[in-house]
């Protein structure tokens, strides 16, 4: 059965970096594209990251750009959301995907909750 599984996220002061972390099972990890999705209360889901299968190939949306970094550990099934410089406008759940191509769903994890508060 697919799986993914987010952690990592939390409570952070604005400036502030968090690390999530994303272990996928079930299915064919190495030749998965891996998405970083966020939503916050009462708004869209948003793609923040995109990974290619091999890693070379990074997209993110503009406003994280130069501050987050998605990368993956593909023998370890894992895929990562480094984020550093935090701001209020982060705060949101943040979800691992997982697909073959990028116009399919996918798999989802259940989200991890990122707050950016003092």
């Known amino acids: 059965q697919e799986q993914l599984v987010e952690s990592g996220g939390g409570l952070v002061q604005p400036g502030g970096s968090l690390r999530l972390s994303c272990v996928a099972s079930?299915?064919?990890?190495?030749?998965?594209?891996l998405r970083w999705y966020r939503q916050a209360p009462g708004k869209e889901r948003d793609l923040v990251a995109t990974?290619?299968?091999?890693?070379?190939?990074?997209k993110y949306l503009d406003s994280v750009k130069g501050r987050f970094t998605i990368s993956r550990d593909n023998p370890n099934n894992m895929v990562y959301l480094q984020m550093n410089n935090l701001k209020a406008e982060d705060t949101a759940v943040y979800y691992c995907?997982?697909?073959?191509?990028?116009?399919?769903?996918?798999?989802w994890g259940r989200g991890t909750q990122v707050t950016v508060s003092s």
């Open positions: 079930g299915f064919d990890f190495n030749k998965s594209l």
């Open positions: 990974i290619s299968s091999s890693g070379r190939t990074t």
């Open positions: 995907n997982a697909a073959l191509y990028s116009h399919q769903v996918g798999y």
